[in-house]
């Protein structure tokens, strides 16, 4: 069938029931606790109770009292400020919610997001030389990078211009010195270590907002901030962000604001894309918002996408969200065009015998190859790195797998490289054409000795096995408690063994498997998507066990339920119905 590796996930009897009891819910959503690392139940109910009131206090974090009293001081005497972003959806929210709060301060603010192909990414000296040359600035803030620009801080210090970096990059190498550095990896406290760069730039807005209120001690009952979490959710979940600890609370209140989409922003972008804003949810973000705002800092500039959410002309912002929605358009006939090509040459090649996919070619475009790169790690289950090149350059983006560290392994061999960031699971690099087959036989070494054999395997995770008569909707709205869902909180996968399958199945859409499943008298709607291919081996009377999603479907999300299915195989013995 699809040929996954499945593993259930063990249980610890004593802690489920005493996560039960002591959170007075039942021993099924406790089992699902277990399973995403709750060990207490203190850490159980901050998790089901994802509230504004439960988040840390800002000045925990590293940094954060130097940034927070500099900004003070700007707000203080009018002086203008650049912020400086990043060209991607985390950096564009960032920037967007930085720069709207200095605003509302009644600060002159300027911004700056370097152009992916032109510049690359990172803090760079010309524009805030300029920025001080030209409009006055004297404190920039830069949000979602600048951890790694030792050299561009010390340049701009030489001409009298203060810098705070807010960032939420691993730290490589030497960190600038001499300026307030927010960022979570350079503190102890884990619950901050999964934020983006728009939840650090959050964090500090806050942190300025209690100081100038004088209420920091106060700061767990006052929701500062809250207006902006609609920014922050949507570049968390864009950028991959663990949603676990901080990024759990900011993320799931930020939902909660998207869904009645206040901002106009947003609404142009819902509107354009056909979307109900009150049916907003991780994947709507993930498939909706983050690509579109992604597409015009990979295609050409992220201005566009900025200045949808600065403007305060009804024109501009129609407009802003039409050419994000084009280059959407564009970006997805480029990016599968480039991962066909490169899926070709993968399997001519077998390539996919290695245990590192690194692979480049000067048709593909460099803002679209982190996509391409992420569909080949689904696809073949091996860490992949993926190239634009030019005749100058070649810039690559890298997504992984559990198991392999991606950014030390590509820090390791920052000898061959001009540039180099990211975090375990994904990264950006730059390295000369000429030196591309080197820096590929060095990750290649380092990837054979790193990882094992069982974990080059498609693998799925199995929360439970359930029988079918037992999934009710009243089970689903216990298990949607854990919402929302994305890195290191998935959605929990059931199994179930034994079921029939039905003469009514049929291909759905362009490529996706719709099946109606039988166990005993129980029938359930199945959805498979991505797997019409499979149809003609699931005759009516077959039987399999399935691994899914239970989700409710219908136009008002309460209709019936459904199973999402992840992983299907032949039933490895039960019976069906």
Not at 85 to 92: F, K, P, Q, T
Request: charged share 25%; hydrophobic share 40%.
């Amino acid at each position: 069938m699809d040929n996954k590796v499945w593993e259930f996930i063990s249980q610890d009897e004593d802690l489920k029931s005493d996560l039960a009891g002591k959170l007075a819910i039942s021993p099924f959503l406790a089992a699902l606790l277990i399973n995403r690392g709750i060990g207490n139940a203190r850490e159980g109910e901050t998790f089901l109770n994802p509230t504004f009131n439960n988040l840390s206090d800002p000045f925990d974090l590293p940094g954060m009292e130097a940034a927070a009293a500099r900004v003070g001081e700007a707000l203080k005497n009018k002086e203008p400020i650049l912020v400086y972003g990043d060209y991607d959806a985390d950096g564009v929210t960032a920037t967007a919610l930085l720069t709207l709060f200095l605003r509302e301060a009644g600060m002159p603010v300027f911004t700056y997001i370097p152009h992916r192909i032109d510049e690359g990414y990172g803090l760079h000296f010309n524009p805030l030389r300029e920025a001080k040359k030209n409009s006055g600035v004297g404190l920039v803030i830069s949000v979602d990078c600048g951890i790694g620009a030792a050299d561009v801080v010390a340049q701009a210090k030489e001409i009298n211009l203060d810098l705070i970096i807010t960032d939420h990059h691993l730290p490589s190498g030497q960190v600038p010195q001499g300026v307030p550095l927010v960022n979570p990896h350079l503190g102890r406290e884990e619950k901050f270590k999964s934020l983006s760069g728009v939840g650090v730039a959050f964090e500090l807005v806050r942190a300025v907002a209690l100081s100038q209120k004088g209420n920091r001690p106060n700061f767990s009952e006052d929701q500062v901030g809250i207006d902006y979490l609609d920014l922050v959710a949507t570049g968390t979940i864009a950028d991959l962000s663990p949603l676990r600890g901080e990024s759990r609370i900011l993320t799931h209140q930020g939902l909660e604001i998207l869904r009645r989409a206040p901002r106009p922003a947003f609404r142009e972008i819902f509107r354009q894309a056909g979307i109900k804003p009150g049916r907003v949810d991780t994947q709507t973000v993930g498939w909706v918002l983050g690509p579109r705002i992604n597409a015009a800092g990979r295609l050409s500039t992220a201005d566009v996408a900025l200045q949808l959410f600065l403007t305060e002309s009804e024109s501009e912002r129609a407009a802003s969200a039409e050419m994000l929605e084009q280059g959407n358009r564009k970006r997805q006939r480029l990016g599968q065009k480039a991962l066909e090509a490169a899926c070709r040459e993968i399997e001519e090649q077998n390539l996919d015998e290695r245990s590192i996919i690194i692979m480049g070619n000067e048709d593909w475009h460099p803002g679209v190859v982190g996509i391409v790169a992420g569909k080949i790690v689904d696809r073949y289950h091996r860490p992949a790195i993926i190239f634009g090149i030019t005749p100058h350059l070649a810039k690559g983006s890298g997504r992984s797998i559990p198991g392999f560290h991606l950014f030390e392994a590509v820090q390791s061999c920052r000898a061959l490289l001009i540039s180099f960031g990211g975090h375990q699971k994904a990264v950006g690099v730059g390295v000369l054409p000429e030196r591309l087959d080197e820096f590929r036989c060095a990750m290649e070494v380092l990837a054979e000795k790193s990882l094992k054999v069982e974990e080059l395997e498609a693998r799925i995770k199995i929360d439970a096995q359930i029988e079918l008569s037992d999934l009710t909707p009243d089970l689903i709205r216990e298990i949607e408690t854990l919402a929302p869902y994305g890195q290191e909180n998935p959605a929990p996968i059931l199994a179930s063994f034994g079921l029939e399958v039905q003469r009514y199945s049929r291909v759905v859409g362009k490529n996706h498997l719709k099946l109606w499943l039988k166990q005993g008298q129980v029938f359930r709607q199945a959805i498979y998507f991505g797997m019409a291919k499979l149809q003609p081996s699931l005759p009516a009377g077959f039987l399999v066990d399935v691994a899914y999603v239970p989700k409710m479907s219908g136009e008002d999300g309460i209709n019936c339920v459904e199973l999402e299915i992840k992983s299907l195989r032949e039933s490895i013995g039960q019976t069906g119905g």
